[in-house]
């Protein structure tokens, strides 16, 4: 250690020590002048907060590296070995921390990108819920029975991100089977009785579409139905489990009868 220290004080006596600290002085006031620039024009622009603060950072140890690479220049060392030196340390950490990169440059995606903000409600890395954060290796994400989701970002951008807040409204649709033996005019009547009576739906032109019931298909047993409605983001799982509810009580006021796997035993006298 002594010697090593006393090795770079004598490459700085031997040097220009004058010179030294003039470039010294013009390397830390150039780096002030361009960080100032750079994180202005960053500040302009329309990034999020948390990449930006992640682009300062980054820029900031770049920058001040530059210059203490050319001080060191100035008094002599070989500069060249030590940058090879650091080339080999960070590919070294790169190869160790693959994983973290991943999450970070998934990370730095999802901010530039914004498939999605904070309080939007989307189906991202296999998870449906409100975003409460996005960091810059991890976002964070509460269920609709509030459980908080910690995703890691690259698993987030290498996947489809299915963001259902963006428009305003969702479609509400449910499936339901029916007896043959009911007629179809009054089994879609039915379930347009039990969409009426359900609270919270859109109606035309609100909606993008109005209410909707048709046959979906026929079965070995039963026809399938299927209906739809509209309504806002945030009234989406009442209204479906309201209309789950409605399409039995209607049914049953219309005479519909509700198919379900069951067995019919016939007796026969010898």
């Given at each position: 250690?002594?010697?090593?220290?006393?090795?770079?004080?004598?490459?700085?006596?031997?040097?220009?020590?004058?010179?030294?600290?003039?470039?010294?002085?013009?390397?830390?006031?150039?780096?002030?002048?361009?960080?100032?620039?750079?994180?202005r024009t960053l500040e302009?622009?329309?990034?999020?907060?948390?990449?930006?603060?992640?682009?300062?950072?980054?820029?900031?140890?770049?920058?001040?590296?530059?210059?203490?690479?050319?001080?060191?220049?100035?008094?002599?060392?070989?500069?060249?070995?030590?940058?090879?030196?650091?080339?080999?340390?960070?590919?070294?950490?790169?190869?160790?921390?693959?994983?973290?990169?991943?999450?970070?440059?998934?990370?730095?995606?999802?901010?530039?990108?914004?498939?999605?903000?904070?309080?939007?409600?989307?189906?991202?890395?296999?998870?449906?819920?409100t975003v409460l954060e996005?960091?810059?290796?991890?976002?964070?994400?509460?269920?609709?029975?509030?459980?908080?989701?910690?995703?890691?970002?690259?698993?987030?951008?290498?996947?489809?991100?299915?963001?259902?807040?963006?428009?305003?409204?969702?479609?509400?649709?449910?499936?339901?089977?029916?007896?043959?033996?009911?007629?179809?005019?009054?089994?879609?009547?039915?379930?347009?009785?039990?969409?009426?009576?359900?609270?919270?739906?859109?109606?035309?032109?609100?909606?993008?579409?109005?209410?909707?019931?048709?046959?979906?298909?026929?079965?070995?047993?039963?026809?399938?139905?299927?209906?739809?409605?509209?309504?806002?983001?945030?009234n989406y799982w009442t209204?479906?489990?309201?209309?789950?509810?409605?399409?039995?009580?209607?049914?049953?006021?219309?005479?519909?009868?509700?198919?379900?796997?069951?067995?019919?035993?016939?007796?026969?006298?010898?």
């Open positions: 250690m002594e010697t090593t220290t006393m090795a770079i004080l004598e490459k700085v006596l031997a040097s220009n020590i004058v010179g030294v600290i003039l470039t010294a002085v013009f390397c830390y006031i150039v780096a002030k002048i361009i960080l100032k620039i750079v994180f302009a622009m329309p990034i999020e907060m948390t990449l930006v603060k992640f682009a300062k950072n980054v820029i900031r140890i770049l920058v001040y590296a530059v210059a203490v690479l050319i001080i060191l220049d100035r008094i002599g060392f070989q500069t060249s070995s030590l940058v090879a030196l650091i080339s080999v340390l960070s590919a070294a950490f790169a190869l160790a921390a693959q994983n973290a990169l991943s999450n970070l440059f998934g990370g730095i995606l999802l901010l530039i990108n914004k498939p999605f903000l904070v309080g939007d409600y989307v189906s991202a890395g296999g998870v449906e819920g996005i960091g810059l290796l991890n976002t964070q994400i509460n269920t609709y029975d509030n459980k908080r989701i910690s995703i890691p970002n690259g698993t987030i951008s290498a996947e489809t991100i299915t963001n259902l807040s963006t428009e305003g409204c969702r479609r509400v649709e449910y499936k339901v089977t029916a007896s043959y033996d009911a007629p179809i005019e009054l089994t879609k009547k039915a379930l347009l009785e039990a969409v009426e009576a359900t609270a919270n739906t859109l109606d035309v032109p609100e909606a993008p579409a109005a209410p909707f019931a048709r046959v979906n298909s026929y079965g070995e047993s039963s026809i399938e139905y299927v209906v739809r409605v509209w309504t806002n983001n945030a209204v479906y489990f309201d209309l789950i509810e409605n399409i039995k009580i209607y049914f049953d006021k219309n005479g519909v009868e509700m198919t379900y796997n069951h067995l019919n035993v016939h007796m026969k006298e010898n």
